[in-house]
């Protein structure tokens, strides 16, 4: 019944397609009628087919027409006229034989060359009517009227029979129907006499007739062409479809059988014996009901009885043959014409192996591949369900966050196949270290998470519990594992946050936990630490300090200070530019609030660019005043400045920018430069140099200090920290350390700067007693904003 009714829809939709395509053809514009706009290339190309099929018997026709037209006018035309307008329309129609000829031994007929044919034929049949229309000026008789009706005569009939054999092209026919017609008319309209007016009009009258017959004729050739272009598509198409039906029933991945009133399957496909593991034989003609899986049969009698489709997947032992697995059954009632139904359609499918694919799936999604431990995902969710637990039981739970001590080294240096060893032994452990009742999972990389549900007792014995099995694991960790049979001794950090007595959510306890095991490894590795909100209050001012620091770097709420140094008359020769944050609700901030922050977050590099633009930007003011021309400023510069690429180009561009001169600034590097990578510092500093800037060295002594590069630097100064210019009144360790720095400085021809400098004694030791250059610190003054500071210049 559903044949025939895709027969019935399919004849339906061919009446509805033709009538279309009727209407379709009929309300094309004139121009695509006349074939001024793109057609179709296959209905070009038949009716270039069509034009050259015709074209014999028009071709020997014209001829025929022309050899009689020449004869009757014979007598009362020039023979030189008339020779030459034979010869003129026999070339022409030589010339259409060629291309016939030409366009027959051509195997390509088909787009894109079948438009350049057409244009070919509209050219020779153009020149065949224009060939025609000379006739009604070489071979018209003027005093011949007989003669002239017959001239007349067959020129109508040349471009009436030329017309309609060119008609399927409306160009190529209006065109030459046009070429025979209008020099008749033209020649009519020019010659005197009444008569020959009358027939000019009519000529014209005759030329719309036949272009009106040619648009129409050219209109029902391209609508039958789209007609039977469709009609052979349509067909084609049908046929094709049945075909994929039959084969697509007997290829389809599931099985599909037929069932009647009676439950007797009447039709089954190909598939549906192999996925039973039996034969077409033995089922058709099965009674259904005789099946012993009750779900199936009451799927095909609900299907049958309520008239709609069901849908059942299950675990299926066939009785027809030796199938288990899972399968999935759709059966739909099958009607007759009348709606009445008549039997049912079942589908069936073997499910079984995307069954076990979804088993697989959810694995992989909660598991972790390689440990086989519950994943993040999971551990998540078994997080949401102990918090929900915790809220309703008033229990405590506890979060353990472990992560391997130096496992990056094992994987560096032995491989990724050796460290997936260790990760697995681990999981292991960790698991044998718990209760069933709690949870192991991996959290990525070297890091696992163990959940410890319903600790009994109150927080403090929640804790407990909790340490003890953190201990325990952090000695099970700590046994010898067998790597690739070698030995090989790893620790672990263990963070730990305690849980239900306040609310938070899961993201919240995974911080928790992650920073109290950053605490552990701080302390040491190999240990346990518990959450601290201490810390983490630290933690959270540090950032909410950072994301001011941004905004004061935007804002521009950072001011420099200046601190004056001196030299041995004490008379000021420079200073020390100092950066200052003008907080906006705690006020003035010293560096030492911040500097860290920035050094840790990358905001220095910002910051230290503006306080070097700013630093030459005032060298350059002071350098237009010939009091202060002489100044020169300090600058300190991190390690994190100048381990940038662009460090040398941008200083030198900064310098330049703002007009400074370089020979009065000085940069202040401290000894933990000379860490890592010595050349590459050692090489930029000798770059700047090289344009006049100076360098100090801060806080000599205090670092880094190895003697070894103090003679290769490109050094101006060493600067002696002040915690041993404090110190030498009352300590002489520090008051040795101080005479020595400078006397070390002056022997490698370097300058000496003291700062911290706060007493008399201190400036008699260091500058009277052991010839210090330079001095700075509060005995001379403190850092003070530029306007103080040159009101300090001015009163020193």
Not at 418 to 439: E, F, I, W
Request: proline share 3%; aromatic share 8%.
């Amino acid at each position: 019944m559903e044949v025939t009714a895709d027969e019935a829809g399919s004849r339906a939709y061919e009446t509805e397609t033709a009538e279309s395509a009727g209407q379709k053809a009929r309300s094309l514009p004139f121009e695509q009628v006349l074939g001024l706009v793109p057609e179709s290339s296959r209905i070009t190309s038949e009716i270039v087919r069509q034009l050259f099929s015709a074209s014999p018997v028009g071709i020997g026709a014209a001829v025929l027409c022309a050899l009689i037209c020449t004869y009757v006018e014979r007598a009362a035309v020039p023979l030189g006229d008339l020779l030459a307008w034979v010869i003129l329309f026999l070339s022409v129609a030589l010339a259409r034989v060629g291309l016939v000829i030409a366009y027959q031994r051509s195997y390509s007929r088909e787009s894109p060359s079948c438009h350049d044919w057409l244009r070919w034929l509209r050219m020779t049949a153009m020149g065949t009517g224009l060939t025609w229309g000379l006739a009604a000026i070489l071979l018209f008789p003027p005093d011949d009227l007989p003669r002239q009706m017959i001239l007349t005569a067959f020129l109508a009939g040349a471009a009436a029979a030329g017309a309609l054999s060119n008609s399927a092209d409306a160009v190529g026919a209006s065109g030459f129907a046009i070429c025979v017609i209008a020099p008749f008319v033209t020649h009519m309209l020019v010659r005197e006499g009444d008569f020959y007016k009358v027939q000019g009009v009519f000529g014209l009258l005759y030329l719309g007739y036949i272009i009106a017959m040619i648009r129409e004729v050219s209109r029902r050739t391209r609508e039958n062409l789209v007609l039977r272009f469709e009609a052979a598509h349509r067909e084609e198409t049908l046929q094709l479809s049945t075909e994929q039906y039959r084969l697509l029933l007997n290829h389809l991945a599931v099985g599909v059988l037929h069932y009647g009133t009676d439950y007797r399957i009447s039709y089954c496909n190909e598939r549906l014996p192999g996925i039973l593991r039996t034969s077409m034989e033995s089922l058709i003609g099965r009674d259904v009901r005789r099946l012993s899986d009750r779900m199936i049969l009451s799927t095909l009698e609900r299907a049958m009885k309520e008239g709609v489709s069901v849908r059942y997947e299950g675990y299926h032992h066939a009785t027809l043959g030796e199938f288990c697995g899972w399968i999935s059954l759709v059966a739909t009632p099958s009607r007759d014409g009348r709606g009445n139904i008549i039997g049912g359609v079942a589908i069936v499918e073997d499910i079984t192996e995307h069954h076990t694919s979804q088993d697989e799936i959810r694995r992989l999604v909660f598991s972790d591949m390689l440990t086989g431990l519950p994943n993040r995902r999971m551990l998540l969710d078994r997080l949401k369900q102990a918090l929900i637990t915790c809220g309703r039981t008033g229990n405590y739970s506890a979060l353990l966050f472990v992560d391997l001590d130096n496992f990056k080294t094992l994987n560096d240096t032995r491989g990724h196949d050796v460290g997936d060893q260790l990760l697995k032994q681990v999981a292991v452990r960790l698991t044998d270290c718990v209760r069933p009742s709690d949870s192991v999972a991996r959290f990525g990389g070297d890091e696992f998470l163990v959940l410890l549900d319903d600790l009994r007792g109150d927080a403090e014995q929640a804790a407990a519990r909790a340490r003890k099995v953190g201990e325990k694991i952090l000695a099970a960790l700590n046994q010898t594992y067998m790597l690739s049979l070698s030995e090989h001794y790893c620790t672990a950090s263990i963070g730990a946050t305690i849980f239900g007595d306040r609310p938070v959510n899961e993201e919240e306890l995974l911080k928790q936990a992650d920073l109290a095991m950053y605490q552990a490894k701080a302390g040491g590795r190999n240990t346990l630490r518990f959450f601290d909100p201490m810390t983490q209050s630290a933690i959270a001012a540090q950032s909410a300090l950072e994301a001011d620091l941004r905004v004061a770097i935007r804002d521009r709420q950072l001011v420099l200070h200046y601190q004056p140094v001196v030299d041995s008359s004490r008379q000021v020769i420079g200073a020390e530019a100092l950066v200052r944050w003008n907080h906006p609700a705690r006020g003035l901030i010293t560096p030492n609030d911040f500097i860290g922050v920035a050094e840790l977050s990358g905001l220095i590099i910002p910051l230290g660019r503006w306080v070097l633009q700013t630093a030459c930007a005032q060298l350059a003011s002071w350098a237009c005043r010939p009091e202060r021309a002489d100044l020169t400023l300090a600058v300190n510069i991190s390690a994190l400045q100048i381990r940038q690429a662009d460090f040398v180009p941008e200083v030198l561009a900064i310098v330049q920018q703002c007009g400074a001169d370089p020979k009065r600034l000085k940069l202040e590097l401290t000894e933990s430069l000379f860490v890592d990578d010595v050349e590459d510092t050692i090489a930029k500093m000798t770059a700047l140099a090289a344009k006049g800037i100076g360098f100090s060295l801060d806080d000599f002594g205090t670092g880094y200090s190895s003697l070894s590069y103090l003679k290769r630097l490109p050094l101006d100064q060493l600067k002696i920290d002040r915690s041993f210019v404090s110190g030498l009144e009352s300590d002489d360790s520090d008051a040795s350390i101080c005479a020595a720095t400078i006397g070390l400085a002056h022997n490698l021809g370097l300058k000496v700067v003291a700062e911290g400098v706060e007493t008399d004694v201190q400036c008699y030791f260091l500058n009277t007693v052991h010839r210090c250059d330079f001095l700075q610190g509060y005995f001379f003054g403190k850092p003070l904003p530029l306007d103080e500071f040159e009101q300090h210049l001015n009163q020193v």
